[in-house]
């Protein structure tokens, strides 16, 4: 297993480190850090303004960042076999995804701070802009690192499902786990025009679709690794999956993959659980 680990000099990156292999027991290790130079990141900035001491300054921003790097290595396991460390100047999330996409990595790893959405969106942050922008699964860090034994994983449809069955088979934990697969129904009005479309029939049979799903989902995961129950609820989705959160010890959830403004107009529940749950979230693309 390929794995690429963004890391800065903030507690929750360095734990991220710890968390990655609470879950993991991967071959390749990639550390990356972005040496981001602010305004002063194109030297015709710091020629123009007639900066002094830019080359000093920039040159001691390289030297930090590789001494980040080999101390993060030095938290690695002595039985990962391949450790490359990636100490780029750039926008530090731009250069976690060039070089996740370099090393063909199957998971990206990033701490977060625990912005609030809101604050998020106006000041940025690198764990969102990677898990906006990656095309690969993302494993989001937030708080302490700790040993992963409940898992809540979220199932929306038949297409997320079969990406996270595929990854959860393919990729399995450090440790067996219990597996509980969520799907949560959203209520509609049934009093409302939409009954004229036969929406109260639909909405009688939706319970038990539901049930069917998670039972077929939860007996392909069955195996020795996984033991595994099903949950089906009504509500919201990301608002059901905080709750449920808090008995968990890490939430598994798939993306639809959009960006921009369909993200903006039609929501992400991937997103939403990221910013409220407390405990490391794992995107599945």
């Not at 990356?32 to 040159?59: D, S």
């Not at 898992?151 to 038949?158: D, H, I, M, N, T």
């Not at 369909?262 to 490391?280: D, E, K, N, T, Y």
Request: glycine share 8%; aromatic share 6%; hydrophobic share 45%.
């Amino acid at each position: 297993m390929r794995i690429a680990i963004g890391v800065d000099w903030s507690d929750q990156a360095l734990t991220a480190v710890t968390q990655t292999f609470h879950l993991y027991h991967p071959t390749d290790v990639t550390l990356v850090h972005g040496v981001n130079l602010g305004l002063f990141e194109q030297p015709i900035i710091a020629e123009a303004t007639n900066l002094q001491g830019y080359n000093e300054f920039r040159t001691a921003m390289v030297g930090a960042g590789r001494q980040l790097l080999d101390r993060t290595a030095a938290m690695i396991p002595a039985d990962v076999k391949t450790v490359r460390k990636i100490n780029e100047i750039g926008s530090p999330a731009q250069v976690i995804l060039d070089s996740a996409e370099t090393v063909s990595a199957d998971l990206v790893v990033v701490g977060a701070r625990g912005r609030s959405r809101v604050a998020e969106s106006v000041l940025g942050s690198v764990s969102h802009r990677v898990l906006s922008h990656a095309s690969r699964p993302t494993l989001i860090v937030k708080d302490a690192a700790h040993p992963i034994q409940r898992v809540l994983v979220a199932v929306e449809g038949r297409d997320d499902a079969d990406r996270i069955i595929e990854w959860l088979t393919r990729h399995r934990f450090a440790n067996p786990v219990e597996l509980c697969v969520l799907n949560v129904v959203v209520p509609i009005g049934l009093d409302s025009p939409y009954d004229a479309l036969g929406a109260k029939a639909w909405w009688e049979g939706a319970e038990s679709y539901a049930e069917e799903f998670v039972k077929d989902t939860a007996a392909k995961l069955l195996d020795s690794q996984y033991t595994v129950s099903t949950k089906v609820a009504v509500g919201n989705p990301a608002g059901v999956v905080e709750e449920m959160a808090h008995n968990a010890d890490l939430v598994v959830a798939g993306s639809h993959g959009r960006t921009g403004l369909a993200r903006f107009l039609l929501g992400s529940v991937s997103h939403a659980i990221v910013h409220h749950v407390s405990c490391p979230v794992l995107v599945i693309r």
